[in-house]
C-alpha cells in the first residue's frame, strides 16, 4: 500500500514564523499536492509538484511556497505565518488522477 | 468560481436505508470523477470513480451515477451503516496544460442514524 507520512500531526506556531511542512511517500509517485480543509470550503489545493524540482500554483498559493527535491518529499513552507492560516494541511501523491490520490493523516496547523 | 458544487452540505439517514449524495460541475471537460470519503483526522480516503464512457460504476453498497447531458453525478450507498458517516468529497480530474489535478467540492457530511 501507499504510504503518504506527514512529519506532525498537530502544529502551534506564532504569527511571523517560517513553518515547514513536511510530507514524504513511498511509492515513487510523480505528482504531490497540498491542500488545505477548511469548514464550508471543502479541499482547496495550493501548490503541486509532478516532477523533482518543478511546481505549480493551485488555486491558493498566497503566502505559501514549496519544495520538491527529491522525489518522495514535498514541503510546504509558510514564509511569514498568519492567523488565517490556521487550518488542516493535507499532502497527496498520486501516480495519475485516475488511480486516485492518496492522502495523508493530515497537519493541524494552529497560529496564535 | 466554483467548478465542482455539492450543494447540501449534511444529510441524516436511518441505518439501513439509501443514502444519496449529490454533485454537480459545470467545465464539461471533465471526464474522470471520483469520491472521497473523510473521517475526523483522518485524510480522504479514495471510495470510487466513473469515467465519462459510463453512467454507472457499482462497488459493493456503492455506486456512482453519471448524468453527462446534466453535468451531474450522485453517489448512492445502501444499505447506509453508522460507520458511513463521514464527510463525502465528489472530486473531477482536471487536465490543463498536460499537467493532471482533482478539483474537489466542498464536501457532504453524511450521518448515519441507528
Known amino acids: 500500500d501507499v504510504k503518504v507520512t506527514q512529519s506532525s500531526r498537530y502544529l502551534v506556531k506564532r504569527t511571523g514564523e517560517k513553518v515547514f511542512l513536511e510530507c514524504v511517500q513511498d511509492m515513487d509517485h510523480e505528482n504531490m499536492f497540498w491542500y488545505r480543509q477548511d469548514p464550508g470550503l471543502g479541499l482547496r489545493l495550493i501548490y503541486f509538484s509532478y516532477d523533482v524540482k518543478m511546481k505549480e500554483k493551485g488555486d491558493i498559493p498566497e503566502g505559501y511556497s514549496v519544495s520538491r527535491e527529491k522525489k518522495e518529499r514535498f514541503s510546504l513552507i509558510l514564509e511569514s505565518a498568519s492567523t488565517n492560516q490556521t487550518s488542516m494541511y493535507l499532502c497527496?501523491?498520486?501516480?495519475?488522477?485516475?488511480?486516485?490520490?492518496?492522502f495523508g493523516s493530515g497537519t493541524r496547523l494552529t497560529v496564535v | 468560481d466554483q467548478q465542482v458544487k455539492q450543494n447540501s452540505p449534511s444529510l441524516s439517514v436511518q441505518e439501513g436505508r439509501i443514502s444519496i449524495l449529490n454533485c454537480d460541475y459545470t467545465?464539461?471537460?471533465?471526464?474522470?470523477f471520483l469520491w472521497y470519503k473523510k473521517y475526523p483526522a483522518e485524510g480522504p480516503t479514495f471510495l470510487i470513480s466513473i469515467s465519462s464512457i459510463k453512467d454507472k460504476n457499482e462497488d459493493g453498497r456503492f455506486t456512482v451515477f453519471l448524468n453527462k447531458s446534466a453535468k451531474h453525478l450522485s453517489l448512492h450507498i445502501v444499505p447506509s451503516q453508522p460507520g458511513d458517516s463521514a464527510v463525502y468529497f465528489c472530486?473531477?480530474?482536471?487536465?490543463?496544460?498536460?499537467?493532471?489535478?482533482?478539483?474537489f467540492g466542498k464536501g457532504t457530511k453524511l450521518t448515519v442514524n441507528p
Open positions: 467545465n464539461s471537460m471533465f471526464d474522470y
Open positions: 472530486a473531477a480530474s482536471d487536465v490543463q496544460g498536460g499537467s493532471e489535478k482533482l478539483v
Open positions: 497527496a501523491s498520486s501516480l495519475n488522477s485516475l488511480d486516485g490520490y492518496t
